[in-house]
């Protein structure tokens, strides 16, 4: 039976590759990839050469027949992106949805992912998060996506580059103010940061210090204030108003 292994890669440090993941990459007949060239050097690095086939977000929709075919003879292929988890921000939706409407065996090989990484680092609420990938890269359109999460309460996290991160950070001082704000930057590599304070006060860190604004980043932003505890507050401030009667 023929066999699509979803293969998480290393988001930084290449000892985070599963010994699972090796395996299964180094027996499949060929993998499919985001960047060949990319994954060529993650190949070299592990001592693995297997055919690899070109998959992004031009030639996803015209990949599928040949891939489903494949499959359909048998063959054991793996799908990877450049970094982390393929779909999560990354090519490999379209395909994976067609293999399984066409009764394709998927399986995922979990590893790493930087939203989860993040996550489990940054100290911020994670029982309810919505990922919300990259936003807008024109800022009214972006304003308006920060805007439409902001009365939510659970924590919300955004992908971005460093050419984008300062305006991100300013449109979110300008649409949430003062709110908590972690960004984990470069995270399993060697200028791994992680910061925290509100948007203006990452801003101006970032002034003083340049280099915070190189590399890649999560930025996590705190959940609007719970209704309950936010209820809960209220009532004490009633409280204390009645006591001072
Ligand atoms: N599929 C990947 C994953 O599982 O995380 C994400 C791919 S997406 C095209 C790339 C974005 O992920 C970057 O712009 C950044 O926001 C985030 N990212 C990837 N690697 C990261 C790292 N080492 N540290 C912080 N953010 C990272």
């Known amino acids: 039976?023929?066999?699509?292994?979803?293969?998480?890669?290393?988001?930084?440090?290449?000892?985070?590759?599963?010994?699972?993941?090796g395996r299964i990459l180094s027996e499949v007949d060929a993998i499919a990839a985001e960047d060949t060239r990319h994954t060529q050097r993650l190949l070299r690095h592990l001592g693995i050469e297997r055919p690899l086939i070109s998959l992004?977000?031009?030639?996803?929709?015209?990949?599928?027949?040949?891939?489903?075919?494949?499959?359909a003879d048998g063959a054991?292929?793996?799908?990877?992106?450049?970094?982390?988890?393929?779909?999560?921000?990354?090519?490999?939706?379209?395909?994976v949805r067609e293999l399984r409407r066409a009764g394709c065996r998927v399986v995922p090989i979990p590893g790493p992912c930087a939203l989860v990484a993040g996550l489990s680092a940054a100290g911020l609420p994670t029982d309810r998060f919505t990922f919300e990938g990259f936003l807008?890269?024109?800022?009214?359109?972006?304003?308006?996506?920060?805007?439409?999460g902001a009365s939510r309460e659970e924590t919300r996290v955004f992908y971005e580059s460093p050419h984008r991160i300062r305006d991100l950070l300013e449109d979110i001082a300008?649409?949430?103010?003062?709110?908590?704000?972690v960004l984990a930057r470069e995270l399993t590599k060697?200028?791994?940061?992680?910061?925290?304070?509100?948007?203006?006060?990452?801003?101006?860190?970032?002034?003083?210090?340049?280099?915070?604004?190189?590399?890649?980043?999560?930025?996590m932003l705190a959940g609007a204030p719970r209704r309950e505890e936010a209820a809960d507050d209220v009532e004490g401030t009633a409280l204390i108003q009645a006591m001072l009667a």
């Open 1 to 21: 039976e023929g066999v699509l292994y979803v293969v998480a890669t290393p988001i930084g440090n290449l000892e985070d590759l599963s010994a699972r993941a």
């Open 56 to 71: 992004h977000e031009h030639n996803e929709a015209a990949r599928v027949d040949q891939l489903r075919k494949r499959l």
């Open 76 to 95: 054991q292929l793996a799908l990877v992106s450049d970094a982390g988890t393929p779909l999560i921000s990354d090519p490999g939706f379209v395909l």
């Open 136 to 148: 807008a890269a024109k800022s009214g359109a972006r304003r308006k996506q920060l805007e439409a």
């Open 174 to 181: 300008a649409v949430v103010g003062e709110r908590q704000v």
């Open 190 to 219: 060697t200028f791994e940061t992680l910061l925290d304070g509100s948007a203006t006060e990452l801003l101006r860190i970032m002034d003083e210090d340049p280099d915070q604004a190189r590399g890649e980043f999560v930025v």
